[in-house]
């Protein structure tokens, strides 16, 4: 039952309401298929442009059987969703898109980071971290610096926190407030890239290539597509990109963080079984974006195109820039390459994603240098 086509008519239920939740709904309008979004608060970005905004609270389990009630098929626009939404789901025959078991491994570091190492993957050194004693070990196995990081809920930079100095590891084990932590080694890398991809009920594979990401405080600032690496690099990110998917058993869309070491050699830092940040770019470089990709895969349709049309950048709008009241768009919009997107969200706070701007031309480089002048533009009207 579950592997038969969704078609155009049906509505597509999303556990999660922020702005991945939207553009998966702007995409799949379009194509005549309704969108449900499950919110815990009502007017969120995905509520503002989807058919149907259901309000509840995730452990409100008779909420959500209510909601799933409604939908033809579930997905997620977020990985931080308690996977007893899944069972519901499935007790209420409802296909789960990815599986539950998808989700309970990528919201937790620690799963996350045992399962890609039992699978063979490379990843980034770690040391389980749940009391204080831990960190003796972390020291002597991974030595200093390492990252201490939240095992769950951890996203941006949020929960975790770089340990240098022994002196400061009692104060890192505090910033934990008594969760389950994981030790990560510093990784003196050259770039980090992600590859979006995704896998579609027949097994089909289709991917966008690898894109190149410049953080900033933690944050992601500035993607790049195609990224700065050799084809031997982009060649192995993709292949370890597709064994994810498939040893997972993923059906939609997953993106794969990479650290690119000096040596070309690749780590993967983590997993995120849905659209990425990084792959917004995909909306106008592709003539099928990420999110009608995880509309496709879910619905159990062919996968589309993911050919890239001309390379692109996309630099994110922090809440910082609204310092000053709503930015002057004006100078983005004068560029006939450069495309805008705000997210709709109510309050702009510090380090808050609000939005992206996205520039395409034919030189990567040309249009690394218009999106940062863009972007340096906007930072001074808002300082």
Known sequence: MHDKL????????????????????????????????????????????????????????????EFVQQVDVVTFEFENVPSQIAEV???????????????????????EKICLVDAGFPVTP???????????????????????????????????VRVNHL????????AMKGAEAVAEAFIDYEREVSVVAARGIDGGFAHYGV???????????????PARVDDRCAKE????????LVYLNVVGVLCIEFFVQRDGALLINEIAPRPHNSGHLTIESTSCSQFEQQLRAVCGLVLGSTDLLRPAVMINLLGDLWGNGEPDWSHLLTQPDCHLHLYGKAEARPGRKMGHFTVLGENRGEILRIGERLQGGLLEYSS
């Not at 971290?129 to 930079?157: C, M, R």
């Not at 002196?167 to 505090?174: F, G, I, K, P, Q």
């Open 211 to 225: 894109i190149e990401n410049l953080h900033r405080n933690h944050i992601l600032d500035v993607s790049i597509a």
């Open 6 to 65: 969704i078609l155009p008519g049906a509505t597509i239920g999303v556990f999660g309401s922020g702005q991945l939740g939207r553009m998966l709904a702007l995409a799949a309008r379009p194509m005549g298929y309704q969108v449900a979004t499950y919110s815990t608060a009502p007017n969120s970005p995905a509520g503002q442009v989807a058919d149907l905004e259901i309000v509840g609270n995730y452990d409100d389990l008779e909420r959500v059987t």
């Open 89 to 111: 789901a499935q007790a209420a025959g409802i296909p789960v898109r990815p599986s539950g078991r998808v989700l309970h491994i990528a919201q937790n570091r620690l799963r």
């Open 167 to 174: 002196n400061e590891v009692d104060d890192a084990w505090l």
């Open 237 to 244: 990110a993709v292949d370890f990109a597709q064994q994810v």
């Open 126 to 160: 770690f040391v389980a971290v749940k009391n204080h004693e831990d960190l003796s070990d972390a020291v002597q196995q991974l030595g200093l610096p390492f990252i201490l990081k939240t095992a769950a809920f951890g996203y941006d930079g949020k929960g975790q």
